[in-house]
T-cell receptor, first 111, second 109 residues
Framework: NAGVTQTPKFQVLKTGQSMTLQCAQD?????MSWYRQDPGMGLRLIHY???????DQGEVPNGYNVSRSTTEDFPLRLLSAAPSQTSVYFC??????????FGPGTRLTVL | GQQLNQSPQSMFIQEGEDVSMNCTSS?????WLWYKQDPGEGPVLLIA???AGELTSNGRLTAQFGITRKDSFLNISASIPSDVGIYFC?????????WGAGTKLIIKP
């Protein structure tokens, strides 16, 4: 089973560039979410989705967009990258009220 | 907003020692989860707790859901080198998980 997959694994951007982090899951989970993890801090929720066509903001949504056109995919878009967005990004999925399964992460550096 | 306090922030222990860490919250949760994160990887679930007072074991790991529903602890018995990593607690009251800042476990050679 692939579980939750994320691409790319590593990315370097220049300030002002845009890009999309990809996330896919093959477990038919309704709930998907994006987190960022910074040194010494826990996981902070960026955006989440409770089903296809439904998204909502988490704790730190500014500078990020999401969409959920299918159950399987939940891409995260950085509109205009800033050095403050240098972080490790994790995508997770779960069934309603179930345990979250995490992808391997995308390590993003913004210069 | 909701916050979780996880302690200790880091632990230096000898191989074979027992480890204890805990999380407390100002809010009530319906679920407590404990995850472990290895370097370069995403968090992996260790134990899930769904009922106040519940005590659950997974091998050398034991976790409890506090009676007040505002706290949880994780114990690791007889630590081994592969236990090193960062341990996170997370509490859920609806769809969203609230995360602790993590406990970094380091085993002294």
């Amino acid at each position: 089973n692939a579980g939750v997959t994320q691409t790319p694994k590593f990315q370097v951007l220049k300030t002002g560039q845009s890009m999309t982090l990809q996330c896919a899951q093959d477990m038919n989970h309704e709930y998907m979410s994006w987190y960022r993890q910074d040194p010494g801090m826990g996981l902070r929720l960026i955006h989440y989705s409770v089903g296809a066509g439904i998204t909502d903001q988490g704790e730190v949504p500014n500078g990020y967009n999401v969409s959920r056109s299918t159950t399987e995919d939940f891409p995260l878009r950085l509109l205009s990258a800033a050095p403050s967005q240098t972080s490790v990004y994790f995508c997770a999925s779960s069934s309603p009220g179930g345990v979250q399964y995490f992808g391997p992460g995308t390590r993003l550096t913004v210069l | 907003g909701q916050q979780l306090n996880q302690s200790p922030q880091s632990m230096f222990i000898q191989e074979g020692e027992d480890v204890s860490m805990n999380c407390t919250s100002s809010s009530i949760f319906n679920t407590w989860l404990w995850y472990k994160q290895d370097p370069g990887e995403g968090p992996v679930l260790l134990i899930a707790l769904y009922k106040a007072g519940e005590l659950t074991s997974n091998g050398r790991l034991t976790a409890q859901f506090g009676i007040t529903r505002k706290d949880s602890f994780l114990n690791i018995s007889a630590s081994i080198p592969s236990d090193v990593g960062i341990y996170f607690c997370a509490g859920r009251s609806n769809y969203q998980l609230i995360w602790g800042a993590g406990t970094k476990l380091i085993i002294k050679p």
